[in-house]
C-alpha cells in the first residue's frame, strides 16, 4: 500500500507558476461547451509548450525506462484569470488521468511502498482569458504581457514589452502635448492607430512580422486561452520554506471554439514528449487531433496529430 503523501506546505508553491524558471470573447462557442466532442466538429488545436529545467534539475539524471523517477502528485486547482469566460472546467478526476498517464509515457511514476518519491509534482489549470472590458491600460498591457510569458517565455515577454512601450512613445511624440491628445494620455491601442496614419510601422506589429513564430505567439497573448502547468520540486524540500525547483512546463492552448474537454487532454499529449525537457524557447503546434475514440470521459482521444499549415490568425 502507498502511503506516500504531499507536504501540506506546498499549497503556496504554484503562486509563482507564472514567473520564468530561476527567477474576444465573453465565451467560446457556447453549442460546443458542453463536455466532450459529440458534436463532430472538426477540432484545431493553436498550441504553445514551453518547459525549462533549472541548474539544479540539469544535475539530476533524466528518467528513463531503466531508471523511473518516482514520484507523488498535488493539484493545484482550476483557476481563472482576466475575463469571466462561460466554460466548465474540466474536471479534477480528468486533469489528473491526463498528467499522470502523461508523466508516466516520460518514466515519471507514482511512489510506491518499494520506491520512494524523489520529487513532487504539482500541477494547475485553467483558462487565461484576455482583459476585462473595464479594465485600465496597464491592466490591459500587463494581461498580454503574462499572457505572453505563459506562451512565449520570459524573452519573448520582454521583447514584446519593449515594442509595446515604444509604440506608445510613438504615439505621444505625434501628440500637441507631451503625452496627451486633446488633454488624454495616449494609451497604447491609440498609440497603434497614429502610427498607422502617420506611416510610421508599429513596433508591435512589425515585432509580431518578424517571424511566423512571433506572429503565433503574439496571437495567442492576445486571445483567449487554457493552460496548464506542471512544476516539478525535489520532493525532501517540499516541507521547507526554500523549495527546490527543477523543472516547470508551461502549456497553452487556444479556447476560440473549443470547450475544455476538447482542448486540455489533446494538449497534454502534444506537450508530453517535452515534458521535464530543457528547451531554448516556447514551440507552436497547429493540430488536428485524429478521433479514434471516444476517450475516456468523452475527451477527443490523440495519435500523432497531423500539423496543419495554416497559423492562428492567418487566412
Not at 508516466?104 to 484576455?130: E, R
Not at 505621444?172 to 488633454?183: H, I, K, L, Q, Y
Request: glycine share 8%; aromatic share 8%.
Amino acid at each position: 500500500m502507498n502511503t506516500w503523501r504531499f507536504p501540506l506546505a506546498v499549497a503556496v508553491v504554484i503562486s509563482t507558476a507564472f514567473a520564468p524558471v530561476g527567477s474576444s470573447a465573453e465565451s467560446t462557442d457556447e453549442k460546443n461547451s458542453a463536455r466532450g466532442s459529440s458534436s463532430g466538429k472538426t477540432l484545431k488545436l493553436d498550441i504553445t509548450v514551453g518547459s525549462e529545467v533549472t541548474d539544479l534539475g540539469k544535475k539530476r539524471p533524466p528518467a528513463s525506462a531503466e531508471n523511473p523517477v518516482y514520484c507523488v502528485f498535488h493539484s493545484s486547482g482550476y483557476r481563472e484569470r482576466g475575463k469571466p469566460m462561460d466554460q466548465s472546467p474540466l474536471s479534477a478526476e480528468e486533469m489528473d488521468h491526463s498528467i499522470r498517464r502523461a508523466l508516466a509515457a516520460k518514466n515519471y511514476l507514482p511512489a510506491t511502498a518499494d520506491h520512494a518519491p524523489s520529487i513532487g509534482v504539482v500541477y494547475t489549470w485553467g483558462a487565461f482569458n484576455v482583459a476585462h472590458d473595464e479594465a485600465s491600460e496597464n491592466q490591459v498591457i500587463a494581461n498580454v504581457l503574462d499572457h505572453a510569458a505563459l506562451a512565449g517565455g520570459a524573452k519573448f515577454a520582454a521583447e514584446l514589452s519593449k515594442a509595446i512601450q515604444e509604440s506608445i512613445v510613438i504615439g505621444n511624440s505625434g501628440s500637441r502635448t507631451s503625452g496627451d491628445v486633446g488633454g488624454v494620455h495616449v494609451t497604447f491601442a491609440v498609440a497603434q492607430d497614429m502610427a498607422m496614419m502617420s506611416g510610421v510601422a508599429d513596433p508591435v506589429r512589425r515585432f509580431a512580422d518578424r517571424s511566423p513564430k512571433n506572429d503565433f505567439l503574439f496571437y495567442q497573448a492576445t486571445s483567449n486561452n487554457y493552460y496548464v502547468i506542471v512544476s516539478a520540486y525535489d520532493y525532501e524540500s517540499l516541507a521547507k520554506p526554500d523549495k527546490i525547483l527543477l523543472w516547470r512546463a508551461r502549456l497553452t492552448v487556444n479556447a476560440q471554439g473549443l470547450s475544455q474537454l476538447e482542448a486540455i487532454p489533446p494538449l497534454i499529449t502534444v506537450a508530453t514528449p517535452f515534458l521535464g525537457r530543457d528547451m531554448a524557447e516556447s514551440e507552436i503546434f497547429s493540430k488536428r487531433p485524429v478521433q479514434i475514440g471516444p476517450g475516456k470521459n468523452g475527451a477527443p482521444t490523440m495519435e500523432e496529430p497531423v500539423a496543419s499549415a495554416k497559423l492562428p490568425g492567418k487566412k
